[in-house]
Structure formats: structure tokens, C-alpha cells
Nanobody, 119 residues
Framework: QLVESGGGLVQPGGSLRLSCAAS?????????????MGWYRQPPGKQRELVAT???????NYADSVKGRFSISNDNAKRTVYLQMNSLKPEDTAVYYC??????????WGQGTQITVSS
């Protein structure tokens, strides 16, 4: 189970921080050690797209559209991944989904959290 928090309404240029915690009952320590966690988003009427990912060792990957504005980080002890979003734009409006996977496995998804960037 992935539990997300931190969504909401923000004005253009503002900031938000998303958190996603992976439950110990659903994901073993071995799974977590091998995992990549990250965030995808689905804008209204569009397909789900990558935002950013991070391995348990801290290797990050970002979509070009968020580079320099968003920052992904993790706390392995807390089984949590964070997405710091700065300089938000209206086009960042979407449902944001947390995901976790290991090589060879399917992605597991959170329930999604709405981010709306509007004045």
C-alpha cells in the first residue's frame, strides 16, 4: 500500500510538497532495498506521464518539463519518497500518483492526489 499526502490548490509560482509512504506490511525490506519509487501525473483529458523517479540508492530521473522546478528525494528509513514542487504552473495541474517497482515487477500505485495550479 502506498499512502500519498500533500495535494491541493496553489497559485501559479507557488510550491507544494508531496509525500508517499510505502507500508511495511505490503513491501518487504528486500523489496524496498531494490526498489525505484517515483511520481507520475495525469492531466485532465491526457495520459499518465512520468514526473520523477528515485532509486533506493538515490539515483534520480526527471521529465524535461519539471527539471529545475521539481525535486525528488527519499528517506529509506521512513520508506517515504517526497516531491518538492516549486514554480508551479497551470500546466502542472493533474492527479499525481506515487509508484513503486523493482526490476521485473509491475508498478504498484497509490490512490492519487489532486494538484490544481490556478489563480
Amino acid at each position: 500500500q502506498l499512502v500519498e499526502s500533500g495535494g491541493g490548490l496553489v497559485q501559479p509560482g507557488g510550491s507544494l510538497r508531496l509525500s508517499c509512504a510505502a507500508s511495511a506490511s505490503a513491501f518487504s525490506s528486500t523489496f524496498m532495498r531494490l526498489s525505484t519509487m517515483g511520481w507520475y501525473r495525469q492531466p485532465p483529458g491526457k495520459q499518465r506521464e512520468l514526473v520523477a523517479t528515485i532509486t533506493s540508492g538515490g539515483i534520480t530521473n526527471y521529465a524535461d518539463s519539471v527539471k529545475g522546478r521539481f525535486s525528488i528525494s527519499n528517506d529509506n528509513a521512513k520508506r517515504t519518497v517526497y516531491l518538492q514542487m516549486n514554480s508551479l504552473k497551470p500546466e502542472d495541474t493533474a492527479v499525481y500518483y506515487c509508484t513503486i517497482s523493482v526490476p521485473g515487477s509491475r508498478n504498484y500505485w497509490g490512490q492519487g492526489t489532486q494538484i490544481t495550479v490556478s489563480s
